[in-house]
T-cell receptor
Framework: GENVEQHPSTLSVQEGDSAVIKCTYS??????FPWYKQELGKGPQLIID?????GEKKDQRIAVTLNKTAKHFSLHITETQPEDSAVYFC????????????FGTGTRLKVLA | NAGVTQTPKFQVLKTGQSMTLQCAQD?????MYWYRQDPGMGLRLIYY???????DKGEVPNGYNVSRLNKREFSLRLESAAPSQTSVYFC????????????FGSGTQLSVL
């Protein structure tokens, strides 16, 4: 079946450094790629997304890049802060009436003060 | 503005017992979803409902049933709980202007002994 591989599973960075999380998807028909942040004891929350007709998207300290040919997409967080510590999930989906995402396995990011 | 509300937050069952997880959203969304989250496996779709009156199986539907009671409410039932169903369960909804954006509830931690 279709899947999304996410790496690394854990990532520790010093406060102020950058963090990069990478995902690879298998369904070539996927055209929507969201990233979700999950804080302890809470449900995931959308932080940024990108569609297949765009190569890069930025929102303040976070950015997502997409290489559709290689079926790779990545999350970049710059100037990391302790509140960035959380579990991050990537996902891939075809755009349709109901979005059936395939999620990655998650990355636990720790920002060390 | 409550968003997606799940009950209960925690539940312990014995093998063979049944229970229903409740979910309600107040965003007038058409689509609702049930996911389970297991360590190292990300979020996996159990069932979804594209609109009131319809339900469909996701990746891991075995052992579960769902009911889309009305546009607001989508329940998940375990008829005969098994230890393999120990997990964190999330309800989500999507719809409106940004149909692809998932809004998650805060989750139900279920342990089956």
């Amino acid at each position: 079946g279709e899947n999304v591989e996410q790496h690394p599973s854990t990532l520790s960075v010093q406060e102020g450094d950058s963090a990069v999380i990478k995902c690879t998807y298998s369904d070539s028909a996927s055209n929507y790629f969201p990233w979700y942040k999950q804080e302890l004891g809470k449900g995931p929350q959308l932080i940024i997304d990108i569609r297949s007709n765009v190569g890069e998207k930025k929102d303040q300290r976070i950015a997502v890049t997409l290489n559709k040919t290689a079926k790779h997409f990545s999350l970049h967080i710059t100037e990391t802060q302790p509140e960035d510590s959380a579990v991050y999930f990537c996902a891939a989906s075809r755009t349709s009436g109901t979005y059936k995402y395939i999620f990655g396995t998650g990355t636990r990011l720790k920002v060390l003060a | 503005n409550a968003g997606v509300t799940q009950t209960p937050k925690f539940q312990v069952l014995k093998t063979g017992q049944s229970m229903t997880l409740q979910c309600a959203q107040d965003m007038n969304h058409n689509s609702m979803y049930w996911y389970r989250q297991d360590p190292g496996m990300g979020l996996r779709l159990i069932y979804y409902s594209a609109s009131e009156g319809t339900t469909d199986k996701g990746e891991v539907p075995n052992g579960y049933n769902v009911s889309r009671l009305n546009k607001r409410e989508f329940s998940l039932r375990l008829e005969s709980a098994a230890p393999s169903q120990t997990s964190v369960y999330f309800c989500a909804s999507s719809g409106g202007t940004y149909n692809e954006k998932l809004f998650f509830g805060s989750g139900t931690q279920l342990s089956v002994l």
